[in-house]
């Protein structure tokens, strides 16, 4: 995968680039998705963070808005995501229309 992790550990940002380095902590903060298009990843990248991402937790992604609405993976696979947590989580407003945002309740 090419996507990159950002990630505040107890206040301290890391960066990681592959999934398996970010496992090994728990309980993150926040974690910012800017990288890989491709369904399949996004869809891998946003079940791994919910894993990851403490109770309060913000995960913002990135490019949800790219290219065009009826042939973005990245926005296919937030969308899914989403409406399959619908109990886990609650989506943050943004003033941007690039980002979706989403805070784990549970």
């Known amino acids: 995968s090419d996507t990159v992790y950002l990630f ?9 680039t592959h999934e398996d380095e970010a496992v090994m902590f728990e309980a993150f903060e926040e974690i910012i998705f800017d990288g890989d ?3 399949e990843q996004v869809a891998r990248d946003l ?5 990851v991402l403490r109770i309060g937790g913000l995960c913002l ?5 790219w290219g065009e609405a ?4 990245v926005r296919r696979a937030v969308n899914e995501f989403y409406n399959n947590n619908l109990k886990r989580i ?3 407003n943004l003033d941007s229309d690039v ?5 784990r309740t549970e």
């Open 8 to 16: 505040l550990y107890d206040g301290t940002p890391m960066t990681f």
């Open 37 to 39: 298009h491709h369904y």
């Open 47 to 51: 079940n791994n963070a919910l894993n």
């Open 61 to 65: 992604v990135d490019d949800y808005q």
């Open 70 to 73: 009826t042939h973005n993976p």
């Open 90 to 92: 609650i989506r943050i």
């Open 99 to 103: 980002q979706f945002a989403f805070m």
